[in-house]
Nanobody
Framework: QVQLVESGGGLVQPGGSLRLSCAAS????????MGWYRQAPGKQRELVAR???????NYVDSVKGRFTISRNSAKNTVYLQMNSLKPEDTAVYCC?????????????WGRGTQVTVSA
């Protein structure tokens, strides 16, 4: 069984910063990629940022230059540093992991952490 423990969400003023963390544990095999998705009320879920096991990153255009994704492979942990936050960044942010185990491809979602950007 896989567990994803997310932390770091909260309420912040526009222009502020938050750092999200997601630690994966359990029978997780070989991680292919970890990332963060978000879903705002009334909107579709979107990929915010993703990092592969090889260190390749990609970001949704709206966060480029403001958000940075990083990882600690030894701890199976991914971080999302969010700077210059805007009200439109308000959403539930969910951690996602893709991994291989015993020749099969798996994906797992965290429960999500709320990020609210408001004055």
């Amino acid at each position: 069984q896989v567990q994803l423990v997310e932390s770091g969400g909260g309420l912040v003023q526009p222009g502020g910063s938050l750092r999200l963390s997601c630690a994966a544990s359990g029978s997780i095999g070989s991680i292919v990629a970890m990332g963060w998705y978000r879903q705002a009320p009334g909107k579709q879920r979107e990929l915010v940022a993703r990092i592969t096991s090889g260190g390749t990153t990609n970001y949704v255009d709206s966060v480029k230059g403001r958000f940075t994704i990083s990882r600690n492979s030894a701890k199976n942990t991914v971080y999302l540093q969010m700077n210059s936050l805007k009200p439109e960044d308000t959403a539930v942010y969910c951690c996602h992991v893709r991994y291989y185990m015993n020749g099969d491809d798996y994906a797992y979602w965290g429960r999500g952490t709320q990020v609210t950007v408001s004055a």
